[in-house]
């Protein structure tokens, strides 16, 4: 379980193919992730994967041909900066929402406007993921915790302060970037219970 709260920047550094799926390599550069084992859970842009191998500030990761089809990893060049998080551990604050690193589909970035000192983002969502945006809600874009402003129809509206622009990827997106949606966890159950899904 994560919290959508993003530690700092990594970057792809290696990419080797193995039957179909890939296997990543991971810089974290000067990111705090706290101690990493083999067999941890590291959020990578709001995808839960595995660490399997550990050198120094680096960790791989397999990543399915699955995953690489349904997120923005399958996107991804060497050189390309992501999002990192580590699981939340019992005694932290819940800073932002809770996010699994489960990725329910792809966003669009669709408007990008200054506002003040911060931006205000709209990104699309498909169909079947907008009746679970609400209004004052949370969402994870590439695994970053979000309150969201304003829903109209697929699209929906967040604001982003600077620091999370300068600290995240966000900063570094334009219109018709991709990004990685997770839906509110709570949001997904209580449809179910209702059977709105």
């Not at 979000?146 to 929906?156: A, C, M, Y």
Request: charged share 20%; net charge negative.
């Amino acid at each position: 379980m994560f919290t959508g709260i993003v530690k700092g920047l990594g970057e792809i550094v290696e990419q080797q193919s193995a039957g179909g799926d890939t296997r990543l390599t991971i810089d974290i550069g000067d990111t705090d992730l706290g101690p990493i084992a083999i067999g941890d859970s590291i959020a990578v842009s709001g995808v839960c994967l595995t660490a399997t191998e550990i050198e120094g500030r680096r960790f791989a990761a397999d990543v399915s041909k699955e995953t690489l089809a349904l997120t923005t990893l399958g996107d991804q060049k060497i050189g390309s900066k992501i999002n990192l998080e580590a699981p939340l551990r019992a005694g932290e604050p819940l800073g932002g929402h809770m996010v699994a690193g489960h990725v329910d589909g792809l966003g669009v970035l669709e408007e990008m406007v200054a506002d003040a000192r911060s931006w205000r983002l709209v990104f699309s969502v498909p169909k079947k993921l907008a009746h679970y945006v609400a209004p004052k809600g949370s969402v994870a874009v590439d695994g970053i915790s979000l309150t969201v402003n304003e829903v109209s129809g697929r699209r929906f509206g967040v604001n982003i302060i600077p620091h999370t622009m300068s600290h995240t990827t966000l900063g570094a997106r334009r219109i018709g970037d991709r990004v990685n949606i997770e839906i509110d966890v709570i949001a997904r159950y209580l449809a179910r219970i209702s059977g709105h899904e």
